[in-house]
């Protein structure tokens, strides 16, 4: 199986580096010009991943062709900027608005190394966002994670994508 996965989140919060930690070596550089999108394939046991990831600004019409015919989200904030948290509900309302209501979607605070015990946005609050986003998905049978990483030193970044393949098949099974 071929699966199209989208990266979202602000600038900076680190998808493109999630990507290349996840693609390592084997990392293939694509680009849709007229999209502003990168994208990179990697083969996971029997099937594809096509992973995007949109450079810098975009509009909506742009974004919306962006995230459509996705298979998955995976949305990344930066736990060390609480902006970037507020905004990521954001992204996944455009995600909930373009993609059929059982599109997994997976949350991402990454830049764990940076996160000292008196720094970066409270757990409590992480919490909080991601219990109110998992209120709204309880009518549907959407499946959602949160996951923490340091794209930069490669942690975790691979849990993220078992998830997401393990989701995946077992949706093709059903
Ligand atoms: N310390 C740290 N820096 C990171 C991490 N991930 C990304 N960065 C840095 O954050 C900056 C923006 O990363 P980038 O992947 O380009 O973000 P994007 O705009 O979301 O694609 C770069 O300087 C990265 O090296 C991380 O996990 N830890
Ligand atoms: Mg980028």
Redesign the pocket.
């Known amino acids: 199986m071929y699966y199209k996965i989208v990266l979202l989140?602000?600038?900076?919060?680190?998808?493109?580096?999630?990507r290349r930690s996840y693609m390592g070596e084997r990392l293939k550089k694509n680009y849709v010009q007229t999209l502003g999108v990168d994208f990179s394939v990697k083969t996971f046991n029997d099937c594809a991943f096509q992973i995007w990831?949109i450079a810098g600004q975009s509009n909506l019409a742009s974004i919306k062709n962006y995230i459509e015919f996705a298979s998955a989200a995976i949305v990344?904030f930066d736990v060390m900027e609480q902006s970037s948290l507020n905004h990521s509900k954001k992204w996944i309302n455009h995600v909930i608005s373009i993609l059929p209501d059982n599109t997994p979607i997976v949350l991402v605070g990454?830049?764990?190394?940076?996160r000292t015990i008196d720094d970066g946005i409270p757990k409590l609050l992480i919490n909080r966002i991601k219990n109110s986003i998992v209120e709204d998905f309880e009518s549907t049978n959407r499946k959602f994670v949160y996951f923490e990483?340091?794209?930069?030193?490669g942690e975790n970044v691979n849990s993220v994508f078992e998830w997401m393949y393990k989701i995946l098949n077992r949706e093709e099974i059903e």
């Open positions: 989140g602000e600038p900076g919060v680190g998808k493109t580096t999630l990831d990344v990454n830049k764990i190394d940076l990483t340091s794209a930069l030193m």
